[in-house]
């Protein structure tokens, strides 16, 4: 080969490479990492987008020079002589895939054994969907219930995920990544955060019409203030609509770790969800159901489609009673048949 035909062909690779590094880098296709797992996912893209790179500059120069150097004339249409047999070139395109390949293979291997390794003592969260609302507990802080996940920075991270009614799906995308939730399964993911900061919860699978609604945060927090957090306050599941809490406030915890507030809008919850009927206006519904308040309330809790306001779907969990022991309906009850009142008054 001639050595202006191997300076052209370099040339148009370094045009080409330049050109991919543009599109790779320029826009910000993925957000910033904040947990170790994701930094090290992040390595795996820009190592498999730089061969990427490398193979685009080989092939776009030497497509470049053949269409340059070798056009026909427009009346031409024989064939070019036939290759055969190039052991040289064969063994080279097998050998230089083979290779990239293999380091792709080794290196996601690596990264994935990683950032499985949870060490010896993680933070354990119990993660919990349901139609449509987020819920975390912190089994070693007495069951602590937060409708955000409150996390310390630095510290390995257990994520154990439990869906109530459908399938749904735990993303963070500064976390890079994702988690199904199957009802019946329980997954975990590990993290560990090391940017402090709030980002952003998504549920990514379709779970039903308040999919789009289905978003919590999570907060990275310096390990001193997530303790001080984590050890402050109410304890548990069980502890929430019990003791302890100035009254009114049990129904209204409840209503948000139960995800009322994620479909309806309730000004004492501050809540605007859509989805259902505005609970503002529980008093006329009922006076629509001919029902008494609170005997209405009660029972669009434990049978939502026994009465369902005109205009809204009946899509709320049929077994969303179910989900609420004796006391926290209860206290449910109380809090939406008092906030009606008020509303009213
Ligand atoms: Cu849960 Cu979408």
């Given at each position: 080969m001639r050595r202006g035909?191997?300076?052209?062909?370099?040339?148009?690779a370094i045009v080409a490479a330049g050109a991919g590094l543009a599109l790779a880098l320029a826009p910000n296709w993925l957000p910033e990492p904040a947990t170790r797992e994701a930094g090290r996912i992040h390595f795996v893209f820009?190592?498999?987008?730089?061969?990427?790179?490398?193979?685009?500059?080989?092939?776009?120069?030497?497509?470049?020079?053949?269409?340059?150097?070798?056009?026909?004339?427009p009346d031409d249409d024989s064939?070019?002589?036939?290759?055969?047999?190039?052991?040289?070139l064969e063994i080279a395109w097998t050998a230089v895939p083979t290779v990239l390949v293999t380091a792709i293979a080794i290196v996601s291997a690596i990264v994935l054994a990683k950032d499985d390794a949870a060490g010896a003592n993680p933070l354990r969260?119990?993660?919990?969907?349901?139609?449509?609302?987020?819920?975390?507990?912190?089994?070693?802080?007495?069951?602590?219930?937060?409708?955000?996940?409150?996390?310390?920075?630095?510290?390995?991270?257990?994520?154990?995920m439990t869906a109530k009614d459908v399938l749904h799906s735990f993303w963070v995308p500064e976390f890079s990544q994702k988690q199904d939730l199957v009802p019946g399964l329980h997954p975990t993911l590990h993290v560990t955060p090391d940017r402090i900061g709030t980002y952003a919860v998504v549920c990514t699978e379709l779970c039903g019409l308040?999919?789009?609604?289905?978003?919590?945060?999570?907060?990275?927090?310096?390990?001193?203030?997530?303790?001080?957090?984590?050890?402050?306050?109410?304890?548990?599941?069980a502890g929430a609509g019990q003791a302890g809490q100035p009254k009114g406030q049990e129904g209204l915890t409840l209503f948000n770790q139960f995800g009322c507030n994620s479909c309806h809008t309730l000004s004492a919850a501050s809540s605007s969800?859509?989805?259902?009927?505005?609970?503002?206006?529980?008093?006329?519904?009922?006076?629509?159901a001919h029902r008494p308040l609170s005997a209405f309330v009660h029972q669009s809790i434990v049978q939502p489609g026994a009465y369902v306001e005109k205009g809204y779907p009946n899509v709320m969990p049929k077994?969303?009673?179910?989900?609420?022991?004796?006391?926290?309906?209860?206290?449910?009850?109380?809090?939406?048949?008092a906030s009606a009142k008020k509303g009213t008054s």
């Open positions: 035909s191997l300076v052209q062909l370099i040339l148009f820009w190592f498999v987008t730089g061969i990427c790179i490398f193979i685009f500059a080989i092939v776009a120069s030497v497509t470049a020079y053949s269409v340059l150097k070798f056009r026909r004339k064939d070019g002589p036939p290759i055969h047999g190039h052991t040289g969260v119990e993660v919990v969907a349901q139609q449509f609302a987020w819920s975390f507990y912190y089994p070693s802080y007495g069951n602590k219930y937060s409708p955000v996940l409150r996390l310390p920075n630095k510290r390995s991270v257990v994520l154990r308040g999919h789009a609604l289905m978003r919590s945060q999570a907060v990275v927090m310096a390990p001193a203030a997530f303790e001080k957090w984590a050890r402050a306050g109410k304890r548990g599941q969800g859509t989805i259902g009927p505005d609970l503002d206006k529980l008093a006329t519904f009922a006076t629509n077994d969303f009673g179910r989900r609420l022991s004796k006391s926290q309906l209860t206290f449910l009850v109380q809090f939406l048949v």
